[in-house]
T-cell receptor, first 117, second 115 residues
Framework: GAVVSQHPSRVICKSGTSVKIECRSLDFQATTMFWYRQFPKKSLMLMATSNEGSKATYEQGVEKDKFLINHASLTLSTLTVTSAHPEDSSFYIC?????????????FGPGTRLTVL | AQSVSQHNHHVILSEAASLELGCNYSYGGTVNLFWYVQYPGQHLQLLLKYFSGDPLVKGIKGFEAEFIKSKFSFNLRKPSVQWSDTAEYFCAVKGTTDSWGKLQFGAGTQVVVTP
């Protein structure tokens, strides 16, 4: 149980275009979802926290107009990278927690590799 | 400033050797502590967590960790590693006042177990 999926697993796009990444909880209701960015050889950096039906809360230094997060249902959150540039190339990972899951245990998706040309 | 430090970035050891990965944190307040593992090509999985009580926590796959409050440490141990323990290990901290469960991760330690 407690499976989180992400789609797509990798995406290549041109500079200036927008890319949407989906994060789904497959077998539980995800009341809270988190979006991370992972740089090579570095840790996961929390970008934002989203609660179902509410606006996302962004970490300091993360541009909310560039990284649009929507959490419209208890099983789906989306991250849209708008007007992507090469410096946005990274590995994006989502995670989710739910009320019927062990408290504060995050279940992670497999990640999405974004390459901006 | 809040921080999580993992002492070793890369560890190589032979099968059956013992493993200990260090994790220290700097945080204003009480914390919950976690170790996550990422096997090659897979997503992060929870190994173990500490919220309160017995500071020696046992997790999956024979791992354990000890919370030493006075040292702000939460080191991960396994008495005898296997080749399948090759992975990246992340220590993470959550402040107990945070109701959403936000985690701050250490930089990770890449562990390679040779046959």
């Amino acid at each position: 149980g407690a499976v989180v999926s992400q789609h797509p697993s990798r995406v290549i796009c041109k500079s200036g275009t927008s890319v949407k990444i989906e994060c789904r909880s497959l077998d539980f209701q995800a009341t809270t979802m988190f979006w991370y960015r992972q740089f090579p050889k570095k840790s996961l950096m929390l970008m934002a926290t989203s609660n179902e039906g509410s606006k996302a809360t962004y970490e300091q230094g993360v541009e909310k107009d560039k990284f649009l997060i929507n959490h419209a249902s208890l099983t789906l959150s989306t991250l849209t990278v708008t007007s992507a540039h090469p410096e946005d190339s990274s590995f994006y990972i989502c995670s989710a927690t739910g009320l019927d899951q062990p408290k504060y245990t995050q279940y992670f998706g497999p990640g999405t590799r974004l390459t901006v040309l | 400033a809040q921080s999580v430090s993992q002492h070793n970035h890369h560890v190589i050891l032979s099968e059956a050797a013992s493993l200990e990965l260090g994790c220290n944190y700097s945080y204003g307040g009480t914390v919950n502590l976690f170790w996550y593992v990422q096997y090659p090509g897979q997503h992060l999985q929870l190994l173990l967590k500490y919220f309160s009580g017995d500071p020696l926590v046992k997790g999956i796959k024979g791992f354990e960790a000890e919370f030493i409050k006075s040292k702000f440490s939460f080191n991960l141990r396994k008495p005898s590693v296997q080749w399948s323990d090759t992975a990246e290990y992340f220590c993470a901290v959550k402040g107990t006042t945070d109701s959403w469960g936000k985690l701050q991760f250490g930089a990770g330690t890449q562990v390679v177990v040779t046959p």
